[in-house]
């Protein structure tokens, strides 16, 4: 099993694939480091020589931000925009869509379970 930036990557899988289950890889980004590193993106992971893995972590560890750094930068992305109550900001606070959706219906994923309100009591058709 090939490890790489921290995560162990999936055995039978193509290596153009694995590459995308490390945070901050994403397929385009997995195909650029493929390309540097000479490795073909139809190789399995369980297929590759220590030689290859050594060549793909060393990119990864040079170019890409991955893993613990971008998470750690993301979080205090967003810690700014809360800190300088900028309009993302406070919706990030509130837990509520920050990129313009909706929310009179919809946005349950980011509000959650609906709760209920006491007095209140749904219309009844007669």
Do not use: F, W
């Not at 809360?82 to 993302?88: A, E, G, L, P, T």
Request: avoid cysteine; charge should be positive; charged fraction near 35%.
């Amino acid at each position: 099993m090939a490890r790489i930036a921290g995560v162990d990557l999936p055995r039978e899988k193509r290596i153009e694939t694995a590459l995308t289950y490390i945070y901050g890889v994403g397929a385009p980004t997995a195909h650029r480091i493929l390309e540097e590193t000479a490795v073909t993106p139809d190789t399995r992971v369980r297929d590759l020589s220590d030689a290859e893995v050594a060549r793909l972590r060393q990119v990864i560890e040079r170019g890409v931000r991955v893993e613990g750094a971008l998470r750690t930068e993301v979080a205090m992305s967003i810690k700014r925009l809360m800190d300088i109550n900028s309009y993302r900001g406070t919706r990030h606070k509130r837990s509520l869509p920050v990129r313009g959706q909706r929310t009179h219906t919809n946005a349950r994923t980011k509000k959650g379970p609906r709760r209920a309100i006491a007095g209140k009591k749904k219309l009844t058709k007669k």
